[in-house]
């Protein structure tokens, strides 16, 4: 056997190499200069709740985000603004229909302030003049029999220029154009919503 200087060294630090790799702790790896999670840990840390811890506070966010929404909904529909109006009214039927229904005179749109009027009135002539408070409740039901047939004809000449220019589908059973129409026709011009696209009657759409 051939003697070796240096073989006790070597047989040392063997030793020491193998006390210290027993004394690490499970998962330690050498140079990393941190030990390496266990599985646990790290399943822990990849998991992402499904309920939120503060249920609370999440409804809250969720609410304020819908309610901007609808607000910027809204505006944009005072405004005119019909690339952020919600979808329905952003449809090319819809915007058809208003522009038609804008574009026309409605004997509709003032029948709220005629009803209004004659609750009024009809309370201060039944006290002071009874006999003209017949006369006026028969002109106010003449006016709501006249409006009525205004939105029949109004419908009539719309649903034909509809189904010319989008289809049968557009007046179909499910697509409430006429509810549409004629809900908008009630309304007085300068309050309807969405705004009118053009300020002056006359401008019929294309």
């Known amino acids: 056997m051939t003697w070796n200087p240096f073989s006790k060294d070597k047989d040392k630090e063997a030793a020491q190499k193998s006390v210290d790799s027993a004394l690490k702790e499970p998962g330690e790896q050498e140079g990393k200069g941190h030990p390496t999670p266990k599985r646990k840990v790290a399943e822990e840390r990849n998991l992402h709740p499904i309920v939120p811890k503060n249920r609370k506070a999440d409804r809250k966010a969720a609410k304020d985000r819908i309610r901007k929404k609808e607000d910027e909904q809204y505006n944009a529909m005072r405004t005119g603004d019909v690339a952020h109006m919600p979808r329905l009214e952003r449809d090319p039927a819809h915007i058809y229909v208003r522009d038609y229904v ?65 289809g049968e589908k557009s007046v179909g059973k499910g697509s409430r154009m006429c509810s549409y129409a004629w809900s908008r026709s009630l309304q007085l011009r300068r309050w309807r919503v969405p705004k009118p696209s053009s300020k002056k009657r006359g401008n019929w759409p294309k």
Do not use: Q
């Not at 409605?106 to 009803?115: D, H, S």
């Not at 006290?127 to 003449?142: A, D, E, G, H, M």
């Not at 419908?155 to 509809?162: A, M, N, P, S, Y």
């Open 102 to 166: 804008d574009a026309r005179f409605n004997l509709a749109e003032y029948f709220i302030p005629v009803i209004f009027g004659v609750m009024i009135f009809g309370i201060i002539i039944a006290f002071k003049w009874p006999v003209l408070y017949t006369p006026i409740l028969l002109l106010s039901y003449v006016y709501l029999i006249i409006a009525v047939i205004d939105i029949f004809v109004m419908w009539h000449g719309l649903k034909k220029k509809l189904i010319a220019k989008f």
